[in-house]
């Protein structure tokens, strides 16, 4: 701290380097804080169970919650064409059989001709670990499930989970774990699907899938063990909001520069193992849907 002692015939002077060094200091300081969390309202909205329970928000975090009564959604203010979008999230604990907790990209209208992003997490009988299901839509069919076993417990504390969507790639990450990548092959692959044409809403959201989501539908929501409660924070979005999708294909866009167009040898490395060893469905290699003659085009690239 700076002092000096005054008088009547002795004014206090503080020297000018003494001011020049505090006001580096202050710079330094200043410019080493991290940026102020974004709070819900700045970008998203409640779309349903606002009743004040089942959708809680707090600033930059909320809850949503699932009982037998109702669940909750929200969704993002703004539409986009490109991004690197993300949400931190805290799964709900415990037995969560039936669950399904989502956050994803979706076009509207909400019709058979929608583009969809989808990263849900599937509930499980208390023990069993919960499942990440992704599904990538395009003009309407979907049916592109992969399904892979997290290599930790998602309930435990918040993980953030990421969806990298630019002209050139689709890339799903588990903090900085990819574990889904599509790649943009339209331009030299005739009928390759890719999510291009349409903006999308970021949407997140818990409710009942008990007629799908455990053992093939056979394990049931049990509301005995509700209510069910997911966290949310990270509001922040990084994203091209645009009516039209031209202007967010820019090479301008940090999203689209040359170090996101593919992924790095080492996300390379990581997204193998992660189909090695934690994948444990991919649609792909289901010889019972598919033959050599009728599966998807995209898997000959994957």
Request: charged residues 20%.
């Amino acid at each position: 701290m700076l002092a000096c002692k005054a008088s009547p015939s002795r004014p206090c002077v503080v020297p000018l380097v003494c001011l020049l060094v505090v006001a580096a200091a202050v710079v330094v300081v200043a410019a080493s804080a991290p940026p102020a969390e974004a709070a819900f309202d700045d970008n998203y909205v409640a779309q349903w169970g606002r009743d004040g329970y089942h959708l809680v928000v707090r600033g930059t975090e909320a809850n949503v919650t699932m009982d037998q009564s109702s669940g909750a959604g929200f969704r993002s203010k703004s539409t986009y064409g490109s991004g690197f979008f993300h949400m931190r999230m805290k799964l709900p604990s415990g037995y969560t059989a039936g669950v399904v907790t989502t956050f994803y990209l979706i076009s509207q209208p909400e019709d058979g001709s929608r583009d969809e992003v989808d990263l849900e997490f599937l509930g499980d009988k208390a023990g069993v670990p919960i499942t990440l299901q992704t599904n990538v839509f395009v003009d309407g069919r979907g049916d592109r499930e992969q399904r892979t076993r997290l290599w930790f417990d998602p309930a435990a504390d918040f993980h953030d989970y990421k969806i990298l969507w630019n002209p050139y790639q689709l890339v799903m990450f588990v903090d900085d774990t990819p574990v889904r990548v599509l790649r943009n092959l339209t331009g030299a692959v005739p009928g390759y699907p890719f999510p291009g044409k349409q903006t999308m809403l970021i949407r997140a959201s818990v409710w009942d899938g008990s007629d799908w989501a455990t053992d093939g539908g056979r394990t049931k929501v049990d509301w005995s063990r509700g209510p069910f409660t997911a966290g949310y924070r990270g509001f922040d979005v990084d994203g091209c909001a645009n009516n039209g999708s031209d202007a967010c294909q820019s090479p301008d866009l940090w999203w689209n520069a040359a170090e996101y167009r593919n992924i790095t040898a080492e996300q390379r490395a990581a997204y193998e193992d992660v189909k090695r060893s934690y994948m444990n469905y991919d649609y792909c290699a289901d010889k019972a849907r598919f033959n050599s003659t009728t599966v998807p085009i995209e898997c000959n690239y994957a």
